[in-house]
């Protein structure tokens, strides 16, 4: 029979059994660990399946869907000296006369890349000049005069220089006319563009008779 120890004895026993309960309890009263992946079920919260921003939980309203799944209007303003002709999204625009004044025009168009191509024809004295803007959204991509412009003396032939993959490398940026003979034949004309800070350009001296091309590379987004 064994020997019962006395009661003296097993009070510290009894104390640090006591202490090693508080301190470290049962695997049954642990939180349960977390071993899902985001956006799964059962992963014991905070690996996602929830809401506050974790992922797999609502959606943002503001972030539903794909933004490039709809259309965006582009708004371009334009004028050229004397007569021009415009291509954009599968449109032609024009022709129009009337380079004293901005013809203003807005179009729908998907998300991805796409070109303004502008083709103008001078009718009197000098080589033809062009000036415009691009918004997006009501947001300015582009003016004349910033150099993101490509221009071509003369007229490019065919059609393949209205496509947005067409290669324009070997096309300048345009120049502009001398202050004194732009003040001179053209003054401050459209006076909305020229306002807001966009410029004529020419692809050489405007002051020689020709035709010539222009386009814009530009992303809708």
Same mark, same amino acid.
Request: glycine fraction near 18%; include cysteine.
């Given at each position: 029979?064994?020997?019962?120890?006395?009661?003296?004895?097993?009070?510290?026993? +009894?104390?640090?059994?006591?202490?090693?309960?508080?301190? #470290?309890?049962?695997?049954? #009263?642990?939180?349960?660990?977390?071993?899902?992946?985001?956006? @799964?079920?059962? =992963?014991?919260?905070?690996?996602?399946?929830?809401?506050?921003?974790?992922?797999?939980?609502?959606? =943002?309203?503001?972030?539903?869907?794909?933004?490039?799944?709809?259309?965006?209007?582009?708004? /371009?303003? +334009?004028?050229? &000296? =004397?007569?021009?002709?415009?291509?954009?999204?599968?449109?032609?625009? *024009?022709?129009?006369?009337?380079?004293?004044?901005?013809?203003?025009?807005?179009?729908?168009?998907?998300?991805?890349?796409?070109?303004?191509?502008?083709?103008?024809?001078?009718?009197?004295?000098?080589?033809?000049? %062009?000036?415009?803007?691009?918004?997006? @959204?009501?947001?300015?991509?582009?003016?004349?005069?910033?150099?993101?412009?490509?221009?071509? &003396?003369? =007229?490019?032939?065919?059609?393949?220089?209205?496509?947005?993959? /067409?290669?324009?490398?070997?096309? *300048?940026?345009?120049?502009?006319?001398?202050?004194?003979?732009?003040?001179?034949?053209?003054? #401050?004309?459209?006076?909305?563009?020229?306002?807001?800070?966009?410029?004529?350009?020419?692809?050489?001296?405007?002051?020689?008779?020709?035709?010539?091309?222009?386009?814009?590379? %530009?992303?809708?987004?």
């Amino acid at each position: 029979m064994p020997r019962l120890l006395p009661l003296a004895a097993l009070l510290p026993l +009894l104390a640090a059994c006591s202490d090693y309960g508080f301190a #470290n309890p049962a695997p049954g #009263n642990l939180d349960p660990l977390d071993t899902g992946r985001p956006g @799964e079920e059962g =992963d014991g919260g905070g690996g996602g399946g929830g809401d506050g921003g974790q992922p797999g939980g609502p959606t =943002d309203p503001e972030t539903e869907g794909d933004p490039c799944e709809e259309t965006r209007t582009v708004r /371009f303003g +334009l004028a050229a &000296d =004397d007569i021009w002709t415009a291509w954009v999204g599968g449109q032609e625009l *024009g022709p129009v006369e009337q380079w004293w004044q901005t013809t203003w025009n807005e179009v729908e168009l998907e998300c991805g890349e796409h070109v303004l191509a502008v083709y103008a024809t001078d009718a009197h004295q000098a080589i033809s000049g %062009f000036i415009a803007e691009v918004q997006v @959204e009501g947001r300015v991509v582009a003016r004349t005069g910033d150099g993101s412009w490509r221009v071509h &003396d003369g =007229d490019p032939g065919g059609n393949a220089w209205k496509d947005p993959a /067409f290669d324009d490398s070997g096309w *300048g940026t345009g120049l502009g006319c001398d202050v004194a003979a732009a003040t001179g034949w053209w003054g #401050n004309q459209p006076a909305d563009l020229t306002g807001a800070g966009a410029w004529w350009i020419w692809p050489r001296d405007c002051l020689s008779l020709g035709d010539a091309a222009f386009r814009l590379r %530009f992303t809708v987004e």
